[in-house]
């Protein structure tokens, strides 16, 4: 347990008070905090009577969203599969293809929280649905982008389409603003919306749109109607590449030349300079026509076109994703998508597959592991704290070669065997990757369990899968002493069933012989069960202490018409007797009584014995 202090500004936990200490556990995916008493001697007195879980992920925990953990899990294990040999145009596809069942699986997601919640009675659920609906807009807007800018990776007339579809895709509402505008004939709503409208039909490509909105605004401007009829005409012979049309891109780049020029000049000679917005709007045009993007540094401002159009309430932190992006800087992207985003389901995933694009590779960590690696461990280790998601997580820990395994060894250790069916799905992971220690601590663990609970054959069966002698020789006596009190054994099955795992122990192998014994005295094999009962005693296999049992179990073989013991076995059961009774200091009245009893019974067996065998030789 570790105390700080606790400042006024950071105390956001219900329950702290500012001013006071406060001591903390870490735990595997979360923190104990409480409040403590500054003390040498540790938390006492009067102190706060609440213990807070702070977890990291919290996500994990939403039904909704664990869907999707659970179907990005597949997609991932799908990606691991492909091979390295296929030919670059198949690379291509498949990646491409993988990127939009990603998000696909986003989208579907979002659909499912935006119905929850509608549907939400609780105002702070629907408040929490719609927070996590506002992420993974944000996700799928970065991660399309992405697709289109490093894995697809267009040529540059496909890329501006390809940009023109994504903004269109992800601001589908211009339309309807734009409806309710064009109708008004208020000056004030108008000119407060119509710079956003006009840079949203610039960006989606629809210049017919971005005209007619510039007229509405000229007609309420008019002493600046010459400016908006320069820039109109601009528009107007604004060239498009259209990659399946018949202009080549010689031609297309000589049009867009002379049309660059004509901006261009228009701009250095300030001809927009009085109207700030038409300036903007100039830019955009200028750098959307060559299929680049229209946020080259050259081409910046305070609060950048492409910015104002997607911002919808969007926090500060997008922004900055979405412009390293569209200066290519994948590392940039991860890095403030790993600061901004509140897990690390995306960074993860996006740069798994960026990896597999092969455009990462010279990026890596100066901690040992390369950045995919680091970052699917810390996915990974978050999902571990979940009841269910842990076993998606042992895929992603056996794709990451470097550090993988180890992580997968101490995580698993921390999974809690709650269930026998749990314990076996957690031993199966171990015994698949070879990992003998945790498979011991595994069995070890159960089998401790189920002798507290009394059930001798479950921790048999778990003694036994973990290959420890001591522990198998341990419930092999308890059965033993069980049989002596109840006459009969219990998990039948198991005992008969023990094939070649009864060598484990000499006592789990007189267990098992001598559930043999009783099966062949069952089926009155009489001379075999003799033999197997002698061999049990002579070869020290069976505890002294259960030789009393063991020569009592003869006595009914003694007492048979038939001669079942030679003359040389009896001596030697008699010799046992006799071990037995010299090794006992006391005894009580009805060992006496069995002595006596065996003795009698071995005295006539040999005499018959020597008899017979005296008959056979003459």
């Not at 002493?223 to 109109?232: E, I, P, Q, V, W």
């Not at 592991?369 to 998601?389: D, K, P």
Request: net charge negative; aromatic share 10%.
């Amino acid at each position: 347990m570790e105390e700080v202090d606790v400042e006024p500004v950071v105390t956001n936990i219900s329950g702290i008070r500012p001013g006071k200490r406060m001591g903390f556990a870490w735990g595997p995916g979360d923190i104990l905090v409480y409040e403590t008493q500054n003390k040498a001697s540790g938390p006492t007195g009067s102190g706060c009577a609440f213990i807070h879980v702070v977890r990291k992920d919290e996500d994990i925990y939403s039904p909704i969203l664990r869907k999707l953990f659970n179907e990005s899990h597949h997609i991932f294990v799908g990606l691991q599969t492909i091979k390295d040999d296929l030919p670059s145009k198949n690379f291509l596809y498949r990646f491409v293809s993988i990127s939009r069942n990603y998000r696909s699986v986003i989208r579907a997601c979002m659909e499912e929280l935006q119905q929850a919640a509608v549907s939400a009675n609780d105002t702070d659920m629907a408040t929490q649905y719609g927070n996590q609906v506002s992420i993974l807009l944000a996700i799928e807007l970065i991660w399309n982008l992405c697709e289109v800018l490093f894995i697809d990776a267009a040529p540059a007339g496909s890329l501006l389409l390809h940009l023109l579809d994504w903004v269109r895709l992800h601001k589908s509402d211009v339309d309807e603003k734009a409806k309710g505008v064009l109708q008004s004939d208020s000056p004030i709503s108008f000119f407060a919306f119509c710079v956003f409208q006009v840079l949203s039909y610039v960006l989606q490509g629809r210049l017919e749109d971005t005209r007619k909105m510039l007229m509405k605004q000229a007609m309420l401007q008019p002493a600046a109607k010459s400016m908006y009829k320069l820039m109109d005409s601009l528009l107007s012979k604004m060239p498009f590449y259209n990659p399946g049309g018949t202009q080549t891109l010689t031609e297309f780049d000589v049009k867009w030349r002379n049309w660059h020029e004509e901006v261009d000049r228009y701009l250095k000679d300030n001809s927009f300079a009085s109207n700030q917005h038409l300036e903007v709007i100039c830019k955009v045009s200028d750098s959307l026509s060559c299929g680049l993007t229209p946020l080259l540094p050259s081409h910046s401002s305070p609060r950048s076109s492409m910015m104002m159009f997607l911002d919808s309430g969007v926090p500060e932190p997008l922004d900055s994703i979405l412009l390293a992006a569209f200066e290519f800087d994948i590392h940039q992207v991860i890095k403030d998508c790993s600061i901004a985003l509140n897990n690390w389901w995306f960074v993860a995933h996006l740069t798994d597959l960026l990896d597999h694009c092969k455009l990462l590779q010279s990026h890596n960590l100066h901690f040992g592991s390369n950045l995919r690696e680091f970052l699917l461990l810390e996915y990974a280790s978050g999902l571990f704290t979940h009841h269910s998601l842990w076993q998606c997580a042992v895929d992603y820990f056996d794709h990451c070669p470097e550090f993988g395994r180890v992580y997968l060894e101490l995580q698993i250790e921390r999974v809690p065997l709650d269930t026998e069916r749990k314990a076996l799905k957690v031993l199966r992971i171990c015994e698949e990757r070879q990992m003998s220690e945790q498979v011991r601590s595994i069995c070890k663990i159960m089998a401790m369990r189920a002798v507290r609970n009394n059930r001798l054959g479950s921790a048999l069966s778990w003694s036994i899968r973990a290959k420890d002698a001591a522990f198998a020789t341990l419930i092999s006596e308890r059965f033993l002493q069980d049989y002596c009190a109840k006459g009969t054994f219990s998990d039948l099955d198991l005992i008969d069933n023990l094939g070649s795992t009864m060598l484990l122990s000499d006592r789990l192998t007189f267990l098992g012989k001598y559930r043999e014994f009783h099966k062949l005295y069952g089926e009155k094999c009489f001379s075999d069960a003799a033999k197997l009962l002698l061999s049990l005693m002579t070869a020290k296999i069976a505890p002294q202490s259960f030789w009393m049992t063991l020569l009592t179990d003869a006595l009914p073989l003694l007492e048979q018409k038939e001669v079942i013991f030679s003359a040389e076995q009896t001596y030697e059961l008699m010799y046992c007797l006799e071990e037995l009774t010299s090794s006992l200091i006391t005894e009580e009245d009805v060992e006496v009584t069995k002595v006596e009893m065996l003795r009698l019974a071995l005295a006539r067996n040999l005499a018959s014995a020597i008899v017979k065998e005296g008959t056979m030789q003459t």
